[in-house]
């Protein structure tokens, strides 16, 4: 006899149809998987065999052929266990094969016929589209999001087939203790003292999606800051959340409850990351990668310098499109990637330290910070000098404003440029400038002496433009023309580090 089961697969984030189709007929006992399957696939006569058993079927003493349709792909993973079991119980004459109708069916079944969680439900029942969908307990939540139909859910192999026969009914979806990731808010800013200057910097850049890099010694705060920036960004609307939600889910990450990555992302990959862990790819299975999981929230780099060239020049193609390619011998996927970079690194080759501890000169200083950022060194809008909170700072009673009133404040100003130019400032080219961010008098002057005494490039030029064009915009002016104090303050926020005292700073041109 003969079944075809309706199933997925995932290749990159995205789903693809697979139609399950098992024989069970004449010739001698045995079982085949043809159609492209890896290791994992072909390892599923094993875990099927034993579900069955162990759930009180019998194991067809026949010949039989599992077809995995369309066979010109490859399939991966151990998704297809449940499909493959309730095929063959149908192909076997177990199970009534009409009682399978209209429905699909993902999850890895474990030997005593349990049904196990597996990565890429989101965009496996997504591809299936119109059509019931059985999945494991565990991947409920994301099922319910991207189902355009009913979402079943078991435990067991017995549990399938106990509601597919009409024996017992389906469990209430609401009814499934899901172990979900906690949801912990996000850290906030209130919980930092002191450093007025970042804060602000955090601030511009999730208000205009400019990259931040963040230079400071060992114990200055860096990463404490840069954890606070998903939390000045905007919830996700929903087709960016269930973007998100798909890489989430594509890549084997425990979703929040509800299965939908509504809050941007932060991710923060080691610096021994390989550049596969960070922009995806990998020889056996296609995986997104840091670059992937961080779209549509934010990307950080802590250490920057101890990153490999190789990677952080693989990084430069989603700072540039949004997006990361992939081209393999069988495979092309492009997979999404926007997101805002925040890096950190010491100021110099000693590692700054408490003021005046640091013996190197300027020039030292200057090369050391221009290596480190090597490949990545123009994309940064913003570089600010972050500086261990004083003694004051830490003894004060309260802690800064929270997150949520920048956040105000940064959604208003997205709403603006948004409005404006259909795009975050951080995005907008030299030739849009001097329509969206036109300069005051005094602006123009002040930039066109620092480009005359060699203090400002014209690629530097414009991503001064743009921040302060962002400044301008979170002042809730309204201002369309950008005034000096902007240019000022955006200036500011391009120092490598500070010179001798605090008030005199060093600036980098590009
Ligand atoms: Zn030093």
Known sequence: MLASIPSATIVGIHGSKVAVEVYVGDGLPGFRIVGLPDTIVREARDRVRAAMLETGYAWPKHNIVVNLAPTAERKSGAGLDVAIAVGLLAASGQLPPERTAGHAFIGELGLDGRVRRVAGVAPMVDALGEIDVVVPDENAGEATVAARRAVRVAATLGEIVAALTGDQPWRAIDRVAVPDEPS???PDLADVRGQPVARQALEVAAAGGHNLLFVGSPGSGKTML???LPGLLPPLDRDR???TTMVHSAA???LPPGGLVDHPPFRAPHHTSSTVALVGGGSVQLRPGEASLAHNGVLFLDEL???GRGALEALREPLEEGVVRIARANVHAVLP????LVAAT???PCGGGPPGACQCDDVARVRYLRRLSGPLSDRFDLRVVVHRPSVDDLFAGEGGEPSAAARDRVVAAREIALHRAGKVNAALVPDELDDVAPLAAEARELLRAEMEHDRLTGRGY????????TITDLGRSGEHVVGLAEVELALSMRTALPRSGPAEVMRWTA
Request: glycine residues 6%; hydrophobic residues 40%; contains cysteine.
């Open 252 to 254: 084997g990450l425990r």
């Open 241 to 243: 959340a269930l973007a």
């Open 226 to 228: 840069a954890q606070r």
């Open 305 to 307: 310098g101890e990153f």
């Open 346 to 348: 010491n100021p110099c």
């Open 184 to 186: 912990r808010p996000p």
């Open 462 to 469: 414009h991503k001064v433009r743009r921040v302060a064009r």
């Open 337 to 340: 990637a926007r997101f805002v």
